[in-house]
């Protein structure tokens, strides 16, 4: 790609060579800060997870040798299956909801309204940037027993079912469900917004002409033209479905009992206090494959013509 | 046009607003309520009782919090930022060796949980004595935003036209220079957008500092408040009034980069 301009006639063929090889070695000096640290503090780490995972180790006496015997608690464990079926529960409300809100809201509002629209996309988009700690220790008071979910539910008559929705054995893994749902939203909202400008408005003319009523071109022209970026909303938003951790720990804790307990929280649980490493990387590494499977699954479909 | 329709859109938008402040309000309405007041939903202020920032910020030790965070911050974000834009310029305009396949390596650390990474790093970090130092934890994040960074400057590189990287070169210009003198002063937005996310991101980590750093006066202001909600019969003003606090500055750098923020996350993911 750089080699489209002339060699200067009066350069030796020799030296320009030379000078070509060393910017190309060069490179790799560039490069070598990010490689390096990116090596040692992420990928080595992973891999010595990798290597753990093979081992039973408490974190204090001598590592034993157990084989695929991690691998094979995970699949059979109550409670880690436990974890995984609510992470699959949690993509449900991380992403499904989100962006089928997302692709209404951007539908409805992106070829009304133009005034304002700055000031909404900031708005929506705040959840987004707040540490998800804070978000919490927000929606605990929005959930608890005097809180506005339930001040809302007496306001208009439905008080019997107002109850400590954090603390119910049916409603927690909802209620943090649904606090993603928030923090994800406003975001799926924004990126379908800004990939409807890129449609053009004569495809829409077309089809008013044809007779399409708002329902039908919503289904037959803005979601698959979104195609893009529905596939990066979905990749984005799994990736924080499955490796959820800092908002169940700080909402839940993984109860009550073990019914908001996700991988995350089980890793944190057994590595730094159960005493488990090995089992904690051997969950940890089944999340890493699966999160990748998932991304590479995604993005291979978006990729394919409709 | 129906009525119905032409509503549809504010009343969508409308709705959208009250559900992203509802809860805020409870947030603002629960922190300047008297101290030892309990959890309540909204409710009209009993006077404003501002002194819980005051407990927040110094009895609850969050001044101080935030203080340790930022010192995190001021060592991730311009290293970071640095190492990232290096990256990204060799992939970019040079022919590295093996190029495509460091790409592809550095790109597989976007879909990596910090769950696979957080305990050997913490094993490990011990031994080397740097648990419990800010210094492991900036490390470790570091290493963590390369992937992204070398990503977004790499695509922010290729996007400058060639011309300039010739006509510096037949200037005699090295690379180094090539970069600071004529790259780097046209960049001054794609820099700007991922030094802004990457205070954010580095602002709001959890699980890391979490972990790597159990000295109560080294905590990051998340993870203090983290031990905070823990804590036994906990002041619910005062608590309310740390969030706050916490937030205060990643909302700040939002507000005012509010654009750079949302065109980052945006392309950033697109470009993906």
Request: aromatic share 10%; proline share 4%; charged share 10%.
């Given at each position: 790609m750089l080699d489209i301009a002339p060699a200067p006639v009066t350069a030796p063929p020799r030296a320009r060579q030379r000078r070509r090889r060393r910017r190309r070695w060069s490179g790799l000096l560039y490069l070598a800060p990010a490689l390096l640290l990116y090596t040692l503090f992420t990928v080595l780490p992973a891999l010595h997870t990798a290597y753990l995972s093979f081992f039973n180790w408490d974190g204090v006496t001598l590592p034993s040798f157990a084989g695929l015997g991690n691998y094979r608690s995970v699949v059979a464990d109550p409670e880690l299956r436990a974890a995984a079926e609510h992470?699959?529960?949690?993509?449900?409300?991380?992403?499904?909801?989100?962006?089928?809100?997302?692709?209404?809201?951007?539908?409805?509002?992106?070829?009304?309204?133009?005034?304002?629209?700055?000031?909404?996309?900031?708005?929506?988009?705040?959840?987004?940037?707040?540490?998800?700690?804070?978000?919490?220790?927000?929606?605990?008071?929005?959930?608890?027993?005097?809180?506005?979910?339930?001040?809302?539910?007496?306001?208009?008559?439905?008080?019997?079912?107002?109850?400590?929705?954090?603390?119910?054995?049916?409603?927690?893994?909802?209620?943090?469900?649904?606090?993603?749902?928030?923090?994800?939203?406003?975001?799926?909202?924004?990126?379908?917004?800004?990939?409807?400008?890129?449609?053009?408005?004569?495809?829409?003319?077309?089809?008013?002409?044809?007779?399409?009523?708002?329902?039908?071109?919503?289904?037959?022209?803005?979601?698959?033209?979104?195609?893009?970026?529905?596939?990066?909303?979905?990749?984005?938003?799994?990736?924080?479905?499955?490796?959820?951790?800092?908002?169940?720990?700080?909402?839940?804790?993984?109860?009550?009992?073990?019914?908001?307990?996700?991988?995350?929280?089980?890793?944190?649980?057994?590595?730094?206090?159960?005493?488990?490493?090995?089992?904690?990387?051997?969950?940890?590494?089944?999340?890493?494959?699966?999160?990748?499977?998932?991304?590479?699954?995604?993005?291979?479909?978006?990729?394919?013509?409709p | 046009m129906s009525l119905p329709r032409r509503l549809a859109a504010p009343a969508v938008l409308t709705l959208f607003l009250v559900a992203v402040f509802v809860p805020f309000l409870s947030l603002l309405s629960a922190s300047i309520q008297p101290a030892g007041t309990p959890l309540t939903g909204l409710e009209a202020p009993h006077g404003l009782h501002l002194e819980n920032f005051g407990t927040a910020w110094s009895k609850a030790g969050f001044g101080r919090l935030l203080l340790s965070s930022g010192l995190v911050a001021v060592a991730v974000v311009p290293a970071s930022v640095l190492f990232a834009t290096?990256?990204?310029?060799?992939?970019?305009?040079?022919?590295?060796?093996?190029?495509?396949?460091?790409?592809?390596?550095?790109?597989?650390?976007?879909?990596?949980?910090?769950?696979?990474?957080?305990?050997?790093?913490?094993?490990?970090?011990?031994?080397?004595?740097?648990?419990?130092?800010?210094?492991?934890?900036?490390?470790?994040?570091?290493?963590?935003?390369?992937?992204f960074g070398t990503f977004w400057m790499r695509s922010h590189f290729a996007t400058m036209p060639t011309g300039l990287i010739e006509a510096a070169r037949l200037d005699g210009a090295t690379s180094w220079s090539t970069l600071w003198r004529i790259l780097l002063p046209n960049s001054r937005p794609a820099v700007t957008t991922l030094g802004v996310l990457y205070f954010v991101w580095c602002w709001n980590q959890f699980l890391l500092p979490l972990i790597l750093i159990q000295d109560p006066a080294r905590r990051t202001a998340p993870a203090g408040l983290g031990y905070f909600t823990g804590e036994y019969n906990v002041d619910i003003p005062s608590l309310a009034a740390a969030t706050l606090i916490v937030i205060a500055p990643v909302v700040a750098i939002y507000l005012f980069f509010q654009r750079h923020f949302i065109r980052g996350v945006l392309d950033g993911a697109l470009k993906g």
């Open positions: 992470a699959g529960t949690l993509i449900l409300f991380f992403s499904v909801l989100p962006i089928a809100l997302g692709l209404v809201c951007a539908a409805i509002v992106a070829r009304r309204r133009r005034r304002g629209l700055a000031v909404i996309r900031a708005v929506v988009f705040l959840p987004q940037v707040l540490p998800l700690v804070a978000v919490g220790i927000i929606w605990r008071w929005v959930y608890a027993e005097q809180g506005t979910v339930n001040q809302v539910l007496q306001a208009v008559g439905l008080g019997r079912w107002a109850q400590a929705w954090l603390g119910s054995f049916d409603w927690a893994l909802v209620a943090v469900g649904v606090v993603g749902t928030w923090v994800v939203s406003g975001l799926c909202m924004v990126l379908f917004l800004s990939g409807t400008q890129r449609i053009d408005g004569e495809i829409y003319e077309a089809s008013r002409v044809d007779g399409a009523g708002p329902v039908r071109e919503f289904l037959s022209i803005t979601v698959p033209l979104l195609r893009p970026e529905i596939a990066v909303a979905l990749s984005i938003t799994v990736i924080a479905a499955l490796s959820s951790f800092d908002l169940v720990y700080i909402t839940t804790g993984g109860g009550p009992g073990t019914t908001t307990v996700v991988p995350g929280i089980l890793i944190y649980r057994l590595a730094f206090g159960g005493g488990a490493v090995g089992l904690a990387s051997a969950l940890a590494v089944v999340l890493t494959l699966v999160i990748f499977a998932v991304v590479l699954v995604i993005t291979r479909l978006s990729r394919e013509r | 290096l990256a990204g310029y060799a992939l970019a305009t040079m022919e590295v060796p093996g190029g495509r396949k460091i790409f592809g390596y550095l790109l597989l650390g976007l879909a990596l949980p910090a769950e696979v990474t957080v305990i050997p790093l913490y094993y490990d970090l011990r031994a080397l004595g740097l648990t419990d130092t800010r210094y492991g934890l900036a490390l470790v994040e570091i290493a963590a935003f390369m992937p």
